[in-house]
């Protein structure tokens, strides 16, 4: 987990360097507009907690994107600075197997999230709130569902980076890099999982376009 997240500081330090350095727009220390629109996204992800004995954790990818809208509201109208908020169909994975044996299986859930997020000139930070839809275990040769009614609702803290690719008088697409940690467990109580409930960590790469509305 700490490996993901200083990579995606350094990514996000990186970009945020070379965005400042190439742009040369007069309206550079200006905010953004209030805006709206669709995003895009694909993660990946491993299991940060522990796992049970005999079990090796490995990284698992989404079975789909992650779609959805993002609202970006400025704070202050001199500096990039403000509140920006996703609304997701959201997807994780992580795959496990077995240590003495070739058997694996990636674990892949689903979540209604709403992810509130500060934002300054180019880095976010924000906690994300997942309602779960349900999840599934894929082995080689079947799969078998993971009750929602077992899953947790998510709390998971996000740290990233959002970048302008490109703006006009409409409107603005950006690109954006987030790595995410589960606070809580995944599993609910209920289910006495203690110390080897699971905590997903993720990756997210994605594509939004804020649409302005002003």
């Known amino acids: ?21 190439s742009s040369k727009r007069v309206f550079e220390k200006e905010n953004y507009s209030i805006g709206i629109g669709p995003l895009l996204a694909y993660k990946m992800g491993v299991n940060a907690a522990d796992p049970p004995q005999g079990i090796k954790n490995g990284l698992g990818l989404a079975a789909m994107p992650d779609f959805g809208l ?13 509140l920006l908020v996703d609304a997701a169909y959201a997807n994780y994975a992580y795959l496990q197997k077995f240590d003495n044996s070739n058997t694996e299986w990636t674990d892949r859930f689903n979540y209604i999230s709403l992810t ?13 709130i997942g309602i779960p839809l349900g999840g599934e275990r894929v082995y080689e040769n079947r799969t078998n569902e993971i009750p929602t009614s077992s899953l947790a609702t998510m709390f998971e803290f996000k740290l990233g980076g959002n970048f302008t690719l490109n703006e006009s008088e409409m409107g603005r697409l950006n690109f954006f890099i987030n790595a995410g940690y ?13 110390s080897i409930n699971y905590h997903p960590a993720s990756l997210q790469l994605g594509l939004s376009y804020i649409f302005n509305m002003e």
């Open 1 to 21: 987990m700490n490996r993901i997240i200083l990579l995606v500081i350094l990514v996000v330090f990186s970009i945020n360097i070379a965005h400042t350095q």
């Open 70 to 82: 993002s609202f970006y509201l400025p704070l202050n109208p001199d500096d990039k600075m403000g």
């Open 116 to 128: 509130p997020q500060f934002y300054i000139s180019g880095f976010v930070v924000g906690l994300n």
């Open 182 to 194: 589960q606070i809580n467990g995944q599993y609910t109580d209920e289910l006495n999982l203690g």
